[in-house]
């Protein structure tokens, strides 16, 4: 099963909202990413959570915080975001062992900042 | 630093013919490892084929093979009797591996594949 899974689907939010976007996987990957596609672009890198702590920060502004409550679970949390920030925002796992570098992708949460 | 070209940004073929995608890449690391995704309207990711860069042999995956020319730095795709499904953005990427990395995928801008009935 390499299932990874992403709620919720859409997401439409105000710049002065505070919402959260939910990564979730079962396979016992000890990698976590978030990532953000725009538009006919490839995903960019956010975050990397490795062994349920932070080790990579793409230098992502602040109204963006990431948090890893366990190893099977990650969220983003999202406060004072601005129009710019719309995107598709994609969440990824890998394994730390065999096959650690092959991640795999959720479906993805399609965000729109008004 | 890792790059990754892909110079085709649209390619088109007729159902049940053959494609190939082209990627070239430049790394100065000799532990890494290359993958085409697809990312098709839904927008889900989607993992086609990866190759280890160490191994020799071409990796394969059903209707889908890649030519992996290591001195060249060239990692194009080749799908075979294409369907109506194969249509998406394909991306190629990079990763390096060993030491504990977690291995960051640099991706190239995509080529986007149109399948005609």
């Known amino acids: 099963d390499t299932e990874v899974t992403q709620t919720p689907k859409h997401l439409v939010m105000g710049m002065t909202n505070k919402k959260s976007l939910k990564c979730e996987q079962h396979?016992?990957?000890?990698?976590m990413y978030w990532y953000k596609q725009k538009a006919k672009k490839p995903p960019e890198l956010m975050f990397v959570?490795?062994?349920?702590?932070?080790?990579i920060n793409e230098s992502v502004p602040s109204r963006f915080s990431p948090e890893c409550p366990n190893s099977s679970l990650l969220n983003l949390h999202l406060h004072a975001l601005q129009p710019e920030d719309s995107a598709l925002y994609l969440c990824a796992s890998s394994p730390l062992t065999e096959g650690r570098e092959t991640q795999y992708f959720g479906p993805g949460t399609r965000l729109l900042v008004l | 630093a890792q790059t990754v070209t892909q110079s085709q940004p649209e390619m088109s073929v007729q159902e049940a013919e053959t494609v190939t995608l082209s990627c070239t890449y430049d790394?100065?690391?000799?532990?890494?490892?290359l993958f085409w995704y697809k990312q098709p309207p839904s927008r889900q990711m989607i993992l086609v084929i990866r190759?280890?860069?160490?191994?020799?042999q071409n990796a394969t995956e059903n209707r889908f093979s890649v030519n992996f020319q290591k001195a060249a730095k060239s990692f194009s795709l080749k799908i075979s009797d294409s369907q109506l499904g194969d249509a998406a953005m394909y991306f190629c990427a990079v990763t390096t591996g060993g030491g504990g990395s977690q291995g960051n995928l640099i991706f190239g801008k995509g080529t986007k594949l149109s399948v005609k009935p």
């Open positions: 790394t100065s690391e000799s532990d890494y490892y």
């Open positions: 190759q280890e860069a160490y191994k020799q």
């Open positions: 396979m016992g990957h000890r990698a």
């Open positions: 959570y490795s062994y349920e702590k932070l080790s």
